[in-house]
Nanobody, 116 residues
């Protein structure tokens, strides 16, 4: 059983920054590659960043150079630092295993809105 709880979203102006957190229950978190996904209204959910258990990272082209994913396996927490935010980054952000998410363990997500 895994519980994933996202937090840290909010309303920010273009060019601003936010830091998202994903708190995971269960001991398997540290064993898996984890990722941040987002879903904008009317669009499919997409994987924007992922990090292996050892800390290797990979980013979607749309966020490369602006977003940074990190994790603390001792605390079962994953982060997404988002800088230089754009209106097109507006979405609900989720965390889950990557690139194959656990379908039963999607959390509620956290809303990020980038608007002036």
């Amino acid at each position: 059983q895994v519980q994933l709880v996202e937090s840290g979203g909010g309303l920010v102006q273009p060019g601003g920054s936010l830091r998202l957190s994903c708190a995971a229950s269960g001991s398997i978190f540290r064993l898996y590659t984890m990722g941040w996904y987002r879903q904008a209204p009317g669009k499919q959910r997409e994987l924007v960043a992922r990090i292996t258990s050892g800390g290797s990272t990979n980013y979607a082209d749309s966020v490369k150079g602006r977003f940074t994913i990190s994790r603390d396996n001792n605390k079962n927490i994953m982060y997404l630092q988002m800088n230089s935010l754009k209106p097109e980054d507006t979405a609900v952000y989720f965390c889950n295993a990557a690139p194959m998410p656990w379908p039963r363990y999607w959390g509620q997500g956290t809303q990020v809105t980038v608007s002036s």
